[in-house]
């Protein structure tokens, strides 16, 4: 009976959203939010969802919510060079970001004020945990507003996606085989020393400390106007000053009181209820000492280093809370 309810009430919710996104919205106006699974990518969406006239799109890439995808043929970290010719990938998200697509699944808080704010809302934040690897592509293709690129401590990142079984692959496999990986280390182009090593890969943390080093690199890589870089724990830590920047880097200061209150509410794909709770919790309490030294030993390899103190990724020097924050 309850699992009955509850396909009644998607479908009436799927098909509000077709008749809402009727309307169409514009490119210019779509807000993009990119990061790795388990990084405060929803959390993010949801507190942009306070500037007026914006509504979301959770999760355009995958495979089950937006059954259109699998017509891509892609992978769950697929990449393309910036000047590659995809042009099924092209109109699928042209489409997306002009509202011409909805879900299977809309994904949003049901209440009254957020039900109104989309019936109303004139411009998309559209929010991905599989495109990290397509920013370079997705800059050089379309004319948005803003990419905003959200990272977290690798091993918080990992941690987190050993508690919630979320990896951002299909729901057969927690992580792809090591082979997967190699492939697609030498798409990306890392050197044939780094491809040598990932063949030597053995356990899930090692895996996923690789996936996560190539999900950082490629959109850190890109030097962007548009693109700005924000961090989970600034957020989480120094929220005041970090949504100041983020605010200022869109021009939306004078809506800074509104949406510095959502803060502290935690996303609605996080176990804590909330930020509180989540300061309250580290990495070091949740992975064993053995998994942090077999991520700290792949992400070397990539020339990534962290500790308990921060992480540093290329040139981007990311402290944690110890620290003051400095954009």
Request: hydrophobic share 40%; aromatic share 12%; glycine share 4%.
């Amino acid at each position: 009976m309850v699992i009955k309810i509850k396909s009644i009430l998607t479908f009436f919710i799927k098909l509000f959203d077709k008749i809402i996104f009727l309307k169409g919205f514009n490119e210019k106006d779509s807000i993009i939010i990119i990061g790795s699974p388990r990084t405060g990518t929803t959390w993010i969406m949801e507190i942009l969802n306070n500037l007026p006239q914006y509504t979301t799109i959770f999760e355009p890439l995958h495979p089950i919510w937006f059954p259109r995808v699998k017509e891509l043929k892609l992978s769950m970290r697929h990449y393309e060079t910036a000047d590659s010719d995809n042009g099924l990938l092209y109109d699928y998200l042209h489409k997306v970001f002009n509202g011409e697509v909805t879900s299977q699944r809309p994904r949003y808080r049901l209440t009254f004020a957020n039900i109104l704010k989309r019936v109303t809302a004139k411009k998309l934040i559209v929010k991905f945990v599989r495109a990290n690897r397509l920013v370079p592509w997705i800059v050089n293709n379309y004319n948005l507003r803003a990419v905003i690129f959200i990272t977290r401590h690798p091993c918080a990142t990992i941690s987190s996606q050993f508690r919630t079984g979320y990896t951002g692959y299909d729901t057969e496999r927690f992580i792809p085989s090591v082979v997967q990986v190699v492939e697609d280390a030498f798409k990306l182009g890392f050197e044939s020393n780094i491809l040598k090593k990932l063949e030597g890969l053995k356990t899930e943390a090692e895996i996923l400390a690789a996936i996560w080093a190539m999900d950082q690199i490629i959109p850190l890589r890109e030097k962007n106007e548009k693109i700005f870089i924000i961090s989970y724990e600034d957020l989480l830590f120094y929220p005041e000053q970090t949504i100041t920047h983020l605010l200022r880097f869109l021009n939306e200061m004078n809506h800074y009181e509104n949406i510095i209150k959502k803060v502290e509410t935690p996303s609605m794909t996080s176990r804590k209820k909330s930020s509180k709770e989540v300061k309250e919790v580290t990495w070091k309490d949740q992975i064993t000492a053995v998994q942090i030294e077999e991520i700290r030993g792949v992400l070397e390899w990539f020339g990534i280093s962290f500790d308990d103190r921060g992480y540093t990724v290329l040139n981007n020097n990311l402290p944690l809370y110890h620290e003051n924050i400095s954009h």
